[in-house]
C-alpha cells in the first residue's frame, strides 16, 4: 500500500473536454440588463418618433414638422414591436428574440438615416398631405429648405441614437444568449 492513497487532501478527477465546469449546474441566463437598455433604446426611439423631425431657423424654436406627419409612423411600430420583444426576454431569454429586437432597432435607425439625409422629404410629404400635387410639394420643399433654413430636429436624432442602442442591445444580448444555452 501506497502513502498516496490516504492523502488528506481530496483528490478530483481531472476535467475533460465538454465537462460542466461549475459543477453540473445549468449554465447561467444572461443579465437583464441588455433587454431593459435594448427597451430602453426602443421607448427613445418611440418617443423620438412623435417630436419634431425637421425644424427651421437658427435656434429650432419656430416650429417644425413632426416624425408623426411622415415616416415617424412607421418608425413607431417597429420601435413599439422591438420594445414588446425586449420586454419579452426578461421573461425568457431567447437569442433570437434579442436579435429580433435588434433588427428591428437598426430599421429605425435606416428610416431615420434616410429622413435625415433629406429634410426635404418629410417637408414634401406633409405638403402633399396638404392637397399639393407631388411635383409641385416636391419643388416647394427645395426651395423650402434653401431659404428657411431647414434641418433635421431632436426628433430624428433621437430615433437614430434609440435604433442603434436597440441594435447593440440584441446583438449583446443574442451573443449572450446563445452562450449561454
Not at 11 to 24: E, H, K, S
Not at 59 to 77: H, P, Q, R
Amino acid at each position: 500500500m501506497s502513502n498516496y492513497s490516504q492523502s488528506p487532501y481530496g483528490q478530483t478527477a481531472p476535467a475533460y473536454p465538454g465537462a460542466p465546469q461549475n459543477d453540473g449546474a445549468a449554465p447561467a441566463a444572461p443579465s437583464k440588463k441588455f433587454a431593459i437598455l435594448g427597451a430602453v433604446g426602443s421607448a427613445v426611439a418611440l418617443v423620438g418618433s412623435m417630436v419634431n423631425w425637421i425644424v427651421s431657423g437658427e435656434s429650432g424654436t419656430d416650429g417644425g414638422v413632426k416624425g408623426m406627419d411622415g415616416d415617424g409612423v412607421i418608425t413607431l411600430i417597429i420601435a413599439l414591436v422591438a420594445a414588446v420583444l425586449f420586454l419579452v426576454t426578461l421573461a425568457r431569454a431567447k437569442a433570437p428574440v434579442y436579435l429580433g429586437g435588434g433588427l428591428l432597432g437598426v430599421a429605425a435607425a435606416i428610416v431615420a438615416a434616410i429622413n435625415m439625409a433629406d429634410p426635404a422629404r418629410l417637408l414634401a410629404q406633409k405638403l402633399e398631405d396638404k392637397g399639393m400635387p407631388a411635383e409641385a410639394a416636391e419643388k416647394a420643399a427645395e426651395q423650402g429648405v434653401d431659404q428657411l433654413d431647414i434641418s433635421a430636429g431632436p426628433g430624428i436624432y433621437m430615433v437614430l441614437i434609440g435604433g442603434l442602442l436597440a441594435l447593440a442591445m440584441g446583438i449583446v444580448g443574442f451573443m449572450k444568449a446563445r452562450k449561454s444555452s
